[in-house]
Nanobody, 118 residues
Framework: QVRLVESGGGLVQPGGSLRLSCAAS??????????VSWYRQAPGKERELVAT????????TYEDSVKGRFTISRDNAKNVVALQMDSLKPEDTAVYYC?????????WGQGTQVTVSS
């Protein structure tokens, strides 16, 4: 059973930084065969895709509002994907989830709360 655990969320002031981590366990296949994405869901809004990293970490994509501020990375040896978030804005406040995908199967974590407020 694939299990994803997010960590690193919290309360930060506007302009600050946070680093989220997504640790995978219970994998049947090598972690490098899973594509991984970060999503977020703000209160009253639909869940939205924030960033995606390819299996070999050679390709990344970002939602327009986070380009230049967020960086997704992965360490396949440690089964971890990180989301570095800089220049945070109040509108980044949301629950952040990671998702791993392999062969049309999606696995989700439980989410971590990020609150950007002064």
């Amino acid at each position: 059973q694939v299990r994803l655990v997010e960590s690193g969320g919290g309360l930060v002031q506007p302009g600050g930084s946070l680093r989220l981590s997504c640790a995978a366990s219970g994998l049947t296949f090598d972690f490098r065969t899973y594509g991984v994405s970060w999503y977020r869901q703000a209160p009253g809004k639909e869940r939205e895709l924030v960033a995606t990293i390819s299996r070999g970490a050679d390709s990344t994509t970002y939602e327009d509002s986070v380009k230049g501020r967020f960086t997704i990375s992965r360490d396949n040896a440690k089964n971890v994907v990180a989301l570095q978030m800089d220049s945070l804005k109040p509108e980044d406040t949301a629950v952040y989830y990671c998702k791993a995908r392999r062969s049309f199967f999606d696995y989700w974590g439980q989410g971590t709360q990020v609150t950007v407020s002064s």
